[in-house]
Every structure is written in structure tokens, then in C-alpha cells.
């Protein structure tokens, strides 16, 4: 019999990604470890996978409506993949279950919704007025210029930041690399910003994911119940996003996920 309870946490997380955009670790892996006593190991591990699935199908659709900058995906993956596995190679040093290595997994969980909070609260403070350019400024810039990075190695660099993050924590890939994403590629339209960050995800928390897998750091069950809650909350978020205030709504997380840092950071 499946849990209630994780389902309904599963439904409400889901729903807030589809209302804020905001990855599913930044809320998914503090609830487990709060409210489910779930083992830091194990919450990021299954996090990853979580993010994994339910990302893939927002990149299908983005795909298909050729939303997706695939040259830009690429140079986050050059920097991400590779400091995933290097991430993955430590944790397998160290041994997932230590008291050393879930020490530095919670104080680095804290310290990423700390940065998630700051950014989420950024974006909605900052680039909600800037981004809402009229659409025939938006169409004046080419595919070509809109893809160029201010220096080719900065999304290289910030990518293999996040990567590291990821496979740690499991946050990062949402708000943390919307921010990067805006202020690395300033040309390039919030839309195709946010189908950048939401398509290398995928291959990032998929590689992180199934490394985590390897080291038994993956409740199966767990995430199966999960995923029952999430794929129609995140249905009914999209939905309703655009009845809802968003300014009011990021402001709101970014409280609850500075909250949750601070906790992590003082275990």
C-alpha cells in the first residue's frame, strides 16, 4: 500500500514546480529529511532520479515546439556531466552512509536553498521587469547572437559548479542555474532560458541519479510514491500558473527555502 502521506508531499511539490519553476530537490530533499526522517543519502539519491523523471517529460514538449537551445545545453553538459562523475568518484571514496559524508551533504544542502532562496527572490524581484521586453525587440535578435555566452568558458566553469552541487544536494539545477543562465547569456529570452535549464537537467540528475543508484543511495519505493503525487501536481501547476501572482508566490518559497537552509546549515 502505498504511503499517503508521501504521495500528498509528492502532489504539493509538484504543483508548486508547476507554479514557480523551482526545481523539485530545493523543496523535495529538506521535506524528506524534515517531515519523513529520510536519510540525507538516500533523500538526495532518490531526489535525483525524481528530478530526472519529471523533467524529462517538460523537455519532450519543449522539444517538440523547438524551444530548446541545444548548443547552449551542450556547454552546461561540458562542465556538469564531468563534475558529476568526479562528485560521484568522492562519495564513493568516502563511503555515502559516513557520519563525515552525511555531515557534509547537510551542511552543503543548507548552504545550496540559502543560494536557491537569494536566487529565487532575485528573479522575482529583479527580472520579472526586465525579461517582459516587447516581443518585437525579442524577434530583432538572432538565434546566433542570442546563444553566445559572454565567455565560452564561463558556462563550462558555472556548469561543473552546479554539477558538483547537484550531486551533493540535488539542488541547484532549478533556480540556482536559471540565475546562471540569465546573467551568462543576457540575450537570450526567458523561455528559451528556462528550456535550457530545464532540458540539461535531465542528463545531469540522470547521470548523478543512477551514480547514487550504484552506491544504494536510492529508495526505489520511495520514489515510486513520490512520482504518483508529482506528475499531476505538476499537470495542475502549469495550469494555474497563470492565475497566480508569481512575484508573491517566488517571494513566499524563497522564505520557506531560507528557512530550511538555515536549519540544515545548524545541524
Known amino acids: 500500500m502505498p504511503d ?24 523535495m530533499t529538506p521535506v524528506l529529511i524534515f517531515f519523513f526522517g529520510i536519510k540525507a543519502h538516500l ?14 517529460s517538460g523537455t519532450v514538449g519543449l522539444a517538440r515546439r523547438r524551444m530548446v537551445p541545444w548548443n547552449v545545453v551542450a556547454l552546461l553538459c561540458a562542465g556538469s556531466i564531468p563534475a558529476a562523475l568526479g562528485a560521484l568518484w568522492l562519495l564513493r571514496h568516502l563511503g555515502p ?21 537569494a536566487s529565487t527572490l532575485y528573479k522575482a524581484l529583479a527580472f520579472s521587469a ?35 552541487l547537484v550531486t551533493f544536494t540535488s ?9 546562471v543562465l540569465l546573467l551568462v547569456f543576457p540575450h537570450l529570452p526567458l523561455p528559451r532560458i528556462i528550456a535550457a535549464d530545464i532540458a540539461y537537467a535531465v542528463p545531469l540528475t540522470l547521470v548523478a541519479g543512477l551514480g547514487h543508484a550504484s552506491l544504494g543511495s536510492v529508495d526505489w519505493a520511495l520514489l515510486a510514491q513520490l512520482l ?3 506528475l499531476p501536481g505538476i499537470w495542475l501547476g502549469s495550469r494555474l500558473v497563470s492565475r497566480t501572482p508569481e512575484r508573491l508566490v517566488r517571494s513566499a518559497l524563497s522564505l ?4 530550511a537552509g538555515v536549519k540544515l546549515v545548524l545541524i
Open 4 to 27: 499517503v502521506a508521501l504521495v500528498v508531499a509528492g502532489f504539493a511539490i509538484g504543483l508548486v514546480i508547476g507554479l514557480t519553476g523551482v526545481g523539485g530537490g530545493s523543496l
Open 43 to 56: 533523500a538526495v539519491g532518490t531526489d535525483l532520479l525524481f528530478a530526472a523523471f519529471t523533467k524529462l
Open 97 to 117: 552512509t559516513s557520519e563525515r559524508v552525511q555531515h557534509l551533504m547537510t551542511t552543503t544542502l543548507g548552504a545550496a536553498l540559502l543560494l536557491t532562496a
Open 130 to 164: 526586465k525579461h517582459q521586453a516587447p516581443e518585437q525587440a525579442r524577434r530583432s535578435e538572432s538565434a546566433a547572437t542570442a546563444t553566445q555566452p559572454r565567455h565560452w568558458s564561463l558556462p563550462v566553469l558555472l556548469g561543473a559548479v552546479i554539477g558538483t
Open 171 to 179: 539542488v541547484g539545477a532549478g533556480a540556482i542555474g536559471v540565475t
Open 228 to 230: 504518483v503525487g508529482s
Open 256 to 259: 520557506l527555502l531560507a528557512f
